[in-house]
C-alpha cells in the first residue's frame, strides 16, 4: 500500500494472508478467486455456523474460527475480507482496524451513510487500507461497456433503463436477510446497490438526486420491489426497476447514448447498436466471469495503488439507497395526507 491517506505498507512476504469473516456464498467466490493468485492465501475462515465455516475452511485449507476476536487474536492475517450481516459491518471494521488488518469490505459498505463515514475514519485513524466490494466495475462485460462509452464513439451517456428480477424470498435467502436492523432494507439495499453501481462505472458520474417507490410482500419486513427515476451528475437518468414477484431471472442494462446504444445482459451478452446491425461485442456473463471479477477486485485490494473501490465510493452507493427509502418514504407520507 502507498504512504498516500496514511495507510500502512502490505507486508514484504511470498504470501499475502487473507481471512474471511462469513462462510455464505459470497465467501466462497472470494476462496475461488484467492486460489487463481499464487501470492494470496485464505489462511483463516470465521463463521458463527461452525459448520459453515469448517466446511470453506477445508476447501480454502485454511484454519476455522466461530469467534472473529479470536482469529485476528491468532496473528496469522494480514487482511480480512467481511462478508457479515450488514449492520455488523461497521463495529467488524473498526475490531480489524484496531487489530492492524486492511479491511475489505463486502458491499453494501454499511446500513447508513453516518455508519460509513465512521467506517472511513476509524481505516483513517488506525492506518489501514479501506475497500469496498462494490464489484460492478471488475466485470468484464462492465468493464467493457465503461470503456466503450469512455471511448466517446457513442458520444455522451443521456438515459440507463436498469431492469432487474430476482427471487427474494426466505426460502431463498438466509433469514437475516428479511430483518431490517440487521439488513438495513430489502431487495433495494441488496440488489438495487449492484444497479446504482453500474451506473455509477458506466457513467463515472454519482447519483444526486431519487425519485422512487418501494413495496413489500404481506408477512415481510423488508421492500421486495423497487422502482424509480435517480439523476446523476452530468445529466444522465437512470430509470430502474427491481422486482421479485415471479418474472424470470433478469439482468438487463440499457444505455442510451447521443449517437447510439447499448445493451448489458447477464445472459445475452454486451450489445452495440449504432447504425444497420447489432455488434455483439462480449458473451454472456457466467460464473467464470464472475470469479475473475472476484480476483480482480483481490488483485486491486493489495495492490500499490490506492483502492478503485474507496470507502468515500460505496458511501456514494449507500448514500442513492438510502435516498431511495427516504422518497419512498416521503411520497407514502404525502399520499396518506392526501386521503
Known amino acids: 500500500m502507498t504512504a498516500k491517506n496514511g495507510l500502512n ?25 484467492a486460489a487463481q493468485l499464487d501470492a494470496m492465501a485464505i489462511t483463516a475462515v470465521c463463521d458463527v455456523r461452525t459448520e459453515a465455516a469448517r466446511e470453506l475452511s477445508v476447501r480454502a485449507n485454511a484454519q476455522c474460527y466461530n469467534d472473529y476476536q479470536a482469529m485476528f487474536a491468532a496473528g496469522d492475517l494480514d487482511a480480512v475480507v467481511i462478508t457479515s450481516p450488514h449492520s455488523l459491518h461497521l463495529p467488524m471494521a473498526a475490531d480489524a482496524a484496531a487489530a492492524g488488518l486492511n479491511v475489505l469490505m463486502e458491499k453494501p459498505m454499511a446500513t447508513t451513510v453516518a455508519d460509513c463515514r465512521k467506517m472511513i475514519q476509524v481505516c483513517e485513524d488506525a492506518g489501514v487500507r479501506l475497500a469496498i466490494g462494490n464489484l460492478q466495475r471488475f466485470v468484464p462485460a462492465v468493464a467493457e461497456a465503461a470503456e466503450t462509452i469512455r471511448s466517446g464513439r457513442l458520444g455522451r451517456p443521456l438515459l440507463i433503463t436498469e431492469r432487474r428480477a430476482v427471487r427474494y424470498d426466505p426460502e431463498s435467502r438466509p433469514a437475516w436477510f428479511f430483518d431490517p436492523e440487521l439488513a438495513g432494507g430489502g431487495i433495494m439495499m441488496n440488489i438495487g446497490g449492484h444497479s446504482v453501481d453500474k ?48 418474472l424470470p431471472p433478469q439482468d438487463e442494462t440499457e ?10 445482459s447477464h445472459t445475452d451478452g454486451l450489445w452495440l447498436f449504432q447504425g444497420d446491425e447489432p455488434v455483439q461485442l462480449r458473451g454472456r456473463t457466467g460464473h467464470d466471469e464472475i470469479v475473475t471479477a472476484f480476483r480482480d477486485q483481490l488483485l486491486d485490494f493489495t495492490g500499490s495503488a490506492p483502492p478503485r473501490v474507496s470507502g468515500d465510493y460505496g458511501l456514494s452507493v449507500v448514500a442513492a439507497v438510502q435516498a431511495t427509502y427516504h422518497s419512498a418514504a416521503e411520497l407514502t407520507l404525502q399520499r396518506t395526507e392526501y386521503r
Open 255 to 264: 444505455v442510451i447514448c447521443e449517437r447510439g446504444a447499448l445493451r448489458l
Open 199 to 246: 451506473a455509477q462505472v458506466l457513467t463515472g458520474q454519482q447519483v444526486v438526486s431519487v425519485n422512487a417507490r418501494t413495496w413489500q410482500r404481506p408477512g415481510l419486513a423488508v421492500e421486495t420491489e423497487a422502482s424509480g427515476v435517480m439523476e446523476l451528475s452530468g445529466g444522465v437518468q437512470l430509470t430502474f426497476s427491481i422486482t421479485s414477484t415471479g
Open 9 to 33: 505498507s502490505f507486508p514484504q512476504r511470498n504470501v499475502f494472508r487473507l481471512g474471511l469473516i462469513g462462510a455464505g456464498s459470497v465467501a466462497a467466490l472470494y476462496v475461488e478467486a
